[in-house]
C-alpha cells in the first residue's frame, strides 16, 4: 500500500532564508500530491497542488516540484518569516472518491 | 471555498460512553470526510459521510463504533460510541467539491477520554 513519508523531526530556519521540506511516497505515483499548511490545534489548510506531470508549480513565496522517478516532491519557502512556522502536509490523491492519503507532517520553525 | 464548524470544539468524557461532533458547512458541498488526528501523527480517514445513505468506512474503522450520519449537503455527525482511553484524538471533518481537488478542515473536535 501507498506509504508517505516526511521527516519527523523539526526543521529550523532563520529568517530570510530559504526552507525546504521533503515528501517521499513508496508505490504508485499519484495523480496529484498536495501540501497544506496545519497551525496548532486547527484543521489544516491548502496550500497548493501539483500534478503528476508537472515539475513545478509556484504561489507567491512557495514553490512545489514533483519528481515522479524519485517518487519525491519538495516543498519550497523562500524568504521564510516567522509566521511561516507550522506544521506542513502533503497529500496525495488516492485514486479514487475524492480520498487523499496523509503524511505525519514536518514542523517547521522560522527563528528571527 | 468552504467555511466549516465543528461542536464541540473540546470534551473531557467518561469511558463507556458516547459523543456526538457536529460538522456545518456554509455551502452545499459534493464530499464530506470524518479523520482522526493523534498528537505528531497523520491523518487517518475514518469514513466518507454519504448524503443519504450508509457511510463508507476505512479499513478498521466500523459503524457500530463510529455511526455517521448526513441528513443533507451542508451537515454531517461522527459518534464515538462506548468510549475509552485508545479513542483521545483530534476528530477532523472536510468537505471537496467534486473537481475540485481541495479539501476544506473544520477546527477539530479535541476529545480526552478518561
Known amino acids: 500500500s501507498q506509504k508517505i513519508e516526511q521527516n519527523s523531526e523539526a526543521l529550523n530556519i532563520q529568517e530570510g532564508k530559504t526552507a525546504t521540506l521533503t515528501c517521499n511516497y513508496t508505490?504508485?505515483?499519484?495523480?496529484?500530491l498536495q501540501w497544506y499548511r496545519q497551525d496548532p490545534g486547527r484543521g489544516p489548510v491548502f496550500l497548493l497542488l501539483?500534478?503528476?506531470n508537472e515539475k513545478e508549480k509556484r504561489k507567491e513565496r512557495l514553490k512545489v516540484t514533483f519528481d515522479t522517478t524519485l517518487k519525491q516532491s519538495l516543498f519550497h519557502i523562500t524568504a521564510s518569516q516567522p509566521a511561516d512556522s507550522a506544521t506542513y502536509l502533503c497529500?496525495?490523491?488516492?485514486?479514487?472518491?475524492?480520498?487523499?492519503?496523509w503524511g505525519a507532517g514536518t514542523k517547521l520553525i522560522i527563528k528571527p | 471555498s468552504a467555511v466549516i464548524s465543528q461542536k464541540p470544539s473540546r470534551d473531557i468524557c467518561q469511558r463507556g460512553t458516547s459523543l456526538t461532533i457536529q460538522c456545518q458547512v456554509d455551502s452545499q458541498v459534493t464530499m464530506m470526510f470524518w479523520y482522526r488526528q493523534q498528537p505528531g501523527q497523520s491523518l487517518t480517514l475514518i469514513a466518507t459521510?454519504?448524503?443519504?445513505?450508509?457511510?463508507?468506512?476505512e479499513s478498521g474503522f466500523v459503524i457500530d463504533k463510529f455511526p455517521i450520519s448526513r441528513p443533507n449537503l451542508t451537515f454531517s455527525t461522527l459518534t464515538v460510541s462506548n468510549m475509552s482511553p485508545e479513542d483521545s484524538s483530534i476528530y477532523l471533518c472536510s468537505v471537496e467539491q467534486a473537481y475540485q481537488e481541495t479539501q476544506y478542515f473544520g477546527p477539530g473536535t479535541r476529545l480526552l477520554v478518561l
Open positions: 497529500a496525495l490523491y488516492r485514486d479514487s472518491n475524492y480520498q487523499l492519503i
Open positions: 501539483i500534478r503528476e
Open positions: 508505490n504508485y505515483s499519484p495523480a496529484y
Open positions: 459521510a454519504n448524503q443519504g445513505s450508509e457511510a463508507t468506512y
